[in-house]
């Protein structure tokens, strides 16, 4: 049985040099990008947290991805042209750099979104 993973750190030193150095690159790019944003587990993947998920990232045998909600994606999907996508992945092969820049506007659209969605929530309870 596979010991579950605690922290991201765990999450990150248990992977392949080549490997751990993507995930840490899209680690600092989120951290820089949302300093604000909780950093966490979920679903056994590194994830942050700004009143609510913003992304999700994680390393696969042939590729590392970013995932976000589907409408997360959208904007930006001109953009995502180069790379494998599926309904909420984005897919970025090992052997190609990783469109930081991309990211960072990325996870602050969705982090802007939740903000958006909690104050409507907030405003509908009172």
């Not at 840490?24 to 604000?36: F, G, H, M, V």
């Not at 587990?41 to 590194?46: C, D, E, K, T, V």
């Not at 820049?101 to 602050?108: A, D, H, P, S, Y």
Request: charged share 25%; with cysteine; aromatic share 8%.
């Amino acid at each position: 049985m596979k010991k579950e993973v605690q922290s991201v750190d765990q999450y990150i030193a248990a992977q392949p040099a080549e490997g751990r150095i993507l995930l840490e690159s899209i680690r600092q790019t989120i951290r820089k990008a949302l300093p604000q944003a909780e950093e966490l587990m979920s679903y056994s993947m590194p994830a942050f947290r700004y009143h609510g998920i913003v992304a999700w990232y994680a390393l696969a045998k042939n590729h590392c991805a970013l995932y976000v909600r589907p409408a997360t994606m959208e904007p930006f999907l001109d953009e995502l042209k180069a790379y494998s996508l599926s309904k909420s992945a984005i897919r970025f092969p090992l052997d190609g750099k990783i469109p930081l820049r991309l990211i960072t506007k990325i996870v602050k659209h969705a982090a802007a979104s939740n903000a958006i969605t909690a104050g409507l929530k907030a405003k509908n309870k009172s």
